[in-house]
């Protein structure tokens, strides 16, 4: 009888104990977004592409914006230097912009103004705000914070034939959003889905990596989109001539090439 | 005879300007050329109620047609390039055409430095529309009749050239005198204070090399502020009038200007600070009243995003003259006396709308110690990424002897549409 407990009580302390480890497997949701942030916005020490956006409103109008995006990691810090130059339109051709991003403060940004010769430094806080109008904001483009919000893994799925983490994340501040809802590939490391979800609980944006290939040694979405589910806009991007390690210098993140062109690198 | 000096100087420089650009278009074309413009309808149309002096455009100050066509090239290895805009400009007031050359210059480029010689915009300093150390010229034309802002400086007949020994930026620019364009009574009511009667002429700095502009700049950063030194060796670009006996001339006074500016963030903003001295050569002692006194000039700035889309700038500024007891001594009976202090404020807020196609801008000059203003109100719609109309108004108030507010019979709603390619 005696034996039969301890079988009963071996049988009950692994149906416990089994799961758990294999739970304790999966890495936690602050790990899964750390990763996440580091493969989708830090990879390589530099990278180089080719950005053409899409505005799309509701009444199916398309707006076009192609840019070419440097960018370059400084060391370990977290620091990283972006360089955003406008083809088209035409009316903002010669355009450009800087940012001096930082993890634990306000971003630098400068912006050029090609009809005047003007380089001028812009105020910019909210890195929630618009990034030229699209549905992306500032924030979308060049990364956000680990800390800016509390990330929990809620279950594991499959999202077009890859396995994902589904990993909430809820603002630690006000935000524009209650919570994020992100499905990030468990192998690749990237964001293939992130609903964004309002204080009743209704996702009101999304987006999408629509295509993801491999640019050398990294893993790149490239072909994503952003949909305001509220406005009924969309923007769609694609990222060609991808390249990292192209060997980007710091100097390039200067006023000097903001009002001069690295001809180099952008073409 | 300056004049004509003046003017092959400045053809020569356009010369060659363009055979270095000619010379590298087939070199370029291995890069291409890219081109662009617009077309461009702009009007504005006065609001008071004013009886204009005959051959002053009242109704509509400024009514033209305008198409511009620009051309961009570099050569395959990135070391030669050439830009050119040029406007055709069918002004329906003055009833005139012209082919005017907005900017035409060739560049050297080499990784340490860099040289551009031909006509050039060239804008300098921290402050929104208030300039302290950026003596280049401007239209004020186009500004007081609502053009959009590319047409607030004009370009510069320069050889400019940048070093870039690390940790700083050098810049020099070696350019002929060009006046700012000022308002005239062809389009604007203003008072006139000098006799009547006499004839009037103009003189204006040649191209010798005593009378060449000669501007530097030294830039760098601190951590991530912005310091930078500037001086120049210039002119005035408004003129000043000498009464004589027989005749009124204008010209343009020397000037010499020091100064420095700083710009960085605080708090959630940006701080600006900018400061020169204008040392007014030709009246050292601030007793010639045809002339501007030497001045300190100094302005602080601070611009902060509020919410999504809007950003607040607030600015002061300040002009010290520096011999007011002589100036005063030697104004002469009739002209308005300035504050040896002038003070103005200003604020700009802009706001973007739906996706950023919809623009409000308002931007105001308050004048607090001439207790004057000038406000610009505009609203900016983006049809397409093509085709944009903007409407908006000048509004000039307060008193009468402040710098803006002499301008009152001026204000205007203006109206622009552009078509890019």
């Known amino acids: ?63 076009e914006r192609d840019m070419t995006m440097l960018r370059i990691n400084l060391g370990k810090s977290g620091d990283q230097r972006y360089y955003i130059y406008f083809h088209n339109p035409a009316d903002v051709r010669g355009t450009s912009f800087l940012v ?30 618009s990034f030229v109008g699209s549905d992306f904001t500032y924030e979308d483009v060049s990364g956000r914070d680990l800390e800016d919000e509390v990330h929990v893994l809620v279950r594991k799925e499959d999202v077009g034939g890859r396995p994902t983490y589904v990993v909430e994340s809820r603002p630690k501040s006000a935000a524009d959003y209650s919570r994020r809802l992100s499905w990030i590939d468990s192998e690749r490391w990237l ?41 009924g806009h969309r923007t769609e991007v694609v990222y060609q001539e991808v390249g990292y390690d192209v060997g980007l210098k710091q100097d390039i993140f200067t006023e000097r090439y903001l009002r001069d062109a690295p001809s180099q690198w952008v073409r | 005879m300056i004049g004509a000096i003046s003017w092959s100087v400045r053809a020569a420089a356009s010369m060659a300007a363009a055979s270095l650009a000619l010379g590298w278009s087939s070199a370029a074309a291995a890069q291409g050329i890219s081109w662009g413009g617009f077309a461009q309808s702009h009007v504005a149309w006065r609001t008071n109620q004013v009886a204009c002096p005959s051959g002053t455009a009242c109704e509509f100050p400024a009514a033209e047609l305008r198409g511009q066509i620009k051309a961009e090239g570099k050569n395959s290895s990135g070391n030669a390039a050439f830009a050119g805009r040029f406007d055709l400009v069918r002004d329906v007031v003055l009833d005139d055409t012209s082919l005017e050359t907005r900017e035409l210059f060739g560049d050297l480029i080499s990784e340490k430095a860099t040289a551009r010689l031909g006509r050039q915009v060239i804008t300098w300093g921290v402050g929104d529309l208030l300039f302290i150390n950026d003596t280049f010229p401007r239209d004020w034309v186009a500004m007081f009749t609502g053009q959009p802002m590319q047409y607030l400086k004009l370009g510069s007949d320069a050889l400019k050239l940048n070093a870039y020994p690390a940790p700083v930026n050098l810049e020099l620019v070696i350019a002929g005198f060009r006046p700012d364009n000022t308002p005239t009574r062809q389009r604007f009511v203003l008072a006139d204070p000098l006799p009547a009667g006499l004839p009037r002429r103009t003189e204006e700095p040649g191209n010798s090399p005593n009378e060449l502009e000669i501007s530097g700049r030294v830039s760098g950063y601190l951590d991530n502020w912005e310091l930078a030194g500037y001086a120049s060796r210039t002119h005035y670009h408004s003129p000043a009038a000498r ?43 601030g007793r010639d009243p045809s002339i501007e006194n030497s001045q300190f000039r100094g302005l602080i700035g601070y611009s902060q995003q509020l919410w999504e889309d809007a950003t607040l700038g607030l ?37 973007f709308f739906a996706h950023q196609t919809v623009t409000f801008n308002f931007f105001a000059f308050l004048g607090l110690s001439e207790e004057d203003r000038y406000v610009i109100p505009s609203l900016r719609y983006a049809f397409s990424d093509n085709l944009w109309a903007e409407v908006g108004a000048n509004l000039f108030g307060g008193t009468r002897n402040g710098m803006f507010g002499s301008m009152q019979d001026n204000s205007n709603i203006y109206f622009t549409v552009r078509y890019a390619f």
């Open chain 1, 1 to 63: 009888m005696k034996l039969l407990w301890r079988i009963a009580l071996l049988i009950f302390v692994a149906a416990a104990v089994v799961p758990a480890l294999a739970r304790a497997a999966d890495p936690s949701g602050d790990e899964i977004v750390k990763r996440s942030l580091e493969t989708f916005y830090y990879a390589g020490n530099d990278m180089r592409a080719k950005v053409r956006m899409k505005l799309i409103n509701p009444q199916g109008k398309v707006r």
């Open chain 1, 100 to 129: 001096w991003k930082y993890p634990a403060r306000e971003d630098d940004r400068w912006i050029f103004v090609p009809t005047l010769r003007l380089v001028k430094r812009i105020a910019a806080d909210d890195k929630r705000s």
């Open chain 1, 191 to 231: 964001p293939l889905k992130e609903e964004y979800l309002d204080a009743r609980n209704e996702p009101f944006r999304t987006f999408t990596a629509d295509k993801v290939e491999q640019a050398g040694k990294y893993w790149t979405v490239t072909a994503r989109s952003m949909k305001n589910l509220q406005s």
């Open chain 2, 243 to 285: 009464v004589t006996a027989s005749d009124i001339v204008f010209f343009y006074p020397r000037l010499n200007t020091v100064g420095a500016s700083l710009t960085g963030p605080v708090g959630k903003g940006v701080l600006s600070l900018e400061a020169g001295y204008y040392d007014s050569t030709q009246d050292r002692d």
């Open chain 2, 315 to 351: 600015q002061l500024y300040g002009e010290w003259m520096r011999d007011y007891a002589a100036y005063r001594e030697n104004l002469p009976a009739g002209f308005p006396e300035k504050d040896q202090v002038r003070r103005v404020a200003t604020v700009r807020f802009i706001q």
